[in-house]
């Protein structure tokens, strides 16, 4: 497609069940990225990804998440156990090579809603 | 460790008069700068970016912002505002030659009035 997608754009869970959140990032692109933006705050980064490998997994809050990229395209972001905390849009981006060299293109986000 | 400090968490201006959204940066390295555009119920939009060529840079929609290392700012204006402007703004600062990731400021909401 032409920009990153993301599946679902809406996710409602109770409270203890797990949950997978997909993003497809623009065709080519080596580097993917997932950032967590809570109620009234500015995006937080979770993980970043060059290729298939988690180069950078320092943002991700707790051993309940988890993400994979197994063929270094589609990615899945993972979390057991979701908390009444964990609700917040969950973005994904995708650039080129990495940010030192091109830009960073957002998908529209997952609104996930623990209950 | 990088950090960016957005110090307006609300900017409102009338239609049609300049508009100041403030930001100051931290950075261990040089950095590089971003302002993103949030607007309702859409993704995050590259306004400009700054790299280490001109200090000043044009970004789209008529937007430019200044950087200037010696107050560590880079602050994005805008001459005259249009109602389509009204969004959430974000400062963004990132290690260009270490950790490849983004850090947001808290952002900036901007009203526009008729």
């Known amino acids: 497609g032409a920009g990153v997608s993301q599946t679902p754009s809406n996710k409602v869970t109770e409270k203890g069940k797990y949950v997978e959140l997909r993003c497809d990032p623009i065709s080519g692109h080596t580097a993917l990225y997932w950032y967590r933006q809570s109620l009234g705050q500015g995006p937080e980064f979770l993980i970043y990804?060059?290729?298939?490998?988690?180069?950078?997994d320092s943002g991700l809050p707790n051993d309940r998440f988890f993400a994979v990229r197994p063929e270094g395209s589609v990615s899945t972001l993972k979390i057991q156990r979701t908390e009444r905390g964990d609700s917040a849009v969950y973005l994904c981006?995708?650039?080129?090579?990495?940010?030192?060299?091109?830009?960073?293109?957002f998908g529209q986000g997952t609104r996930l809603t623990v209950v | 460790a990088q950090s960016v400090t957005q110090l307006d968490s609300h900017v409102s201006v009338s239609e049609g008069t300049p508009v100041l959204l403030r930001c100051n940066y931290s950075s261990s390295y040089s950095p590089s700068l971003f302002w993103y555009v949030q607007h309702p119920n859409k993704g995050l939009q590259l306004l400009l970016k700054y790299t280490s060529a001109a200090t000043l840079v044009k970004g789209i929609n008529g937007f430019e912002a200044e950087f200037k290392k010696s107050e560590t700012s880079f602050h994005l204006t805008k001459p005259s505002a249009h109602m389509s402007d009204a969004a959430e703004y974000f400062c963004v600062v990132s290690d260009r030659e270490g950790a490849q990731k983004l850090v947001f400021g808290q952002g900036t909401r901007l009203t526009i009035n008729p």
């Open positions: 990804f060059q290729g298939t490998g988690a180069a950078d």
């Open positions: 981006a995708s650039s080129l090579i990495s940010l030192g060299d091109t830009e960073a293109f």
